[in-house]
């Protein structure tokens, strides 16, 4: 397995990014998506193309998929996690399992299981505490360049892959 990454500054940037994956074949069980829990009011989009309208509180824990907007409805596995040095973060897909069970070593952490070097998983790891939105796709090595073609296109910023993800 191959690991891309790239950040997003805007949450309807990283919706249209996770839905034009999916339109291209890559599937839930690829696709995390990691934000900070920012504790505002936010618009919930549920599910694609469908706007449930309204704003919620994140931090009432009962919207944790209004962070990410319409991502919710795209992945699977979304939560909300507290991390030591960061705070509440919501994230969606197969790293938000993993992260939960490894929050004593940040997002860091959980990045070099996936092959990412721990100098560029806590470049990472600043940019999220920042506000950015972290897109993870975890898929076979000739899809890397469509994922990253795809961030990219989406205006995601520092995209990198990475080979060896041992999960």
């Known amino acids: 397995m191959s690991t891309v990454i790239g950040v997003f500054k805007?949450?309807?940037?990283?919706?249209?990014?996770?839905?034009?994956?999916?339109?291209?074949?890559?599937?839930?069980?690829?696709?995390?998506?990691?934000?900070?829990?920012?504790?505002?009011?936010?618009?919930?989009?549920?599910?694609?193309?469908?706007?449930?309208?309204?704003?919620?509180?994140?931090?009432?824990?009962?919207a944790w998929g209004?962070?990410?907007?319409?991502?919710?409805?795209?992945?699977?596995?979304?939560?909300?996690l507290a991390i030591p040095g960061i705070g509440p973060i919501v994230a969606a897909g197969p790293l938000a399992g993993a992260l939960s069970g490894a929050v004593t070593g940040g997002v860091a952490g959980g990045l070099i299981d996936l092959g990412i070097p721990e100098e560029r998983g806590q470049e990472y790891e600043k940019q999220l505490k920042a506000g950015g939105i972290l897109a993870v796709i975890e898929t076979s090595p000739d899809k890397v360049s469509e994922a990253s073609e795809i961030l990219r296109r989406y205006g995601a910023k520092d995209v990198e892959s990475h080979g060896g993800a041992t999960r």
Do not use: C, P
Not at 66 to 80: E, H, R, S, Y
């Open 10 to 62: 805007q949450t309807d940037a990283a919706e249209k990014a996770v839905k034009a994956l999916r339109e291209k074949g890559f599937s839930e069980n690829e696709i995390s998506i990691i934000a900070k829990e920012q504790g505002k009011t936010v618009k919930r989009d549920m599910e694609v193309g469908g706007d449930l309208g309204g704003g919620e509180n994140i931090a009432d824990g009962t």
């Open 66 to 80: 209004g962070a990410l907007g319409g991502i919710a409805g795209l992945l699977a596995g979304v939560g909300a």
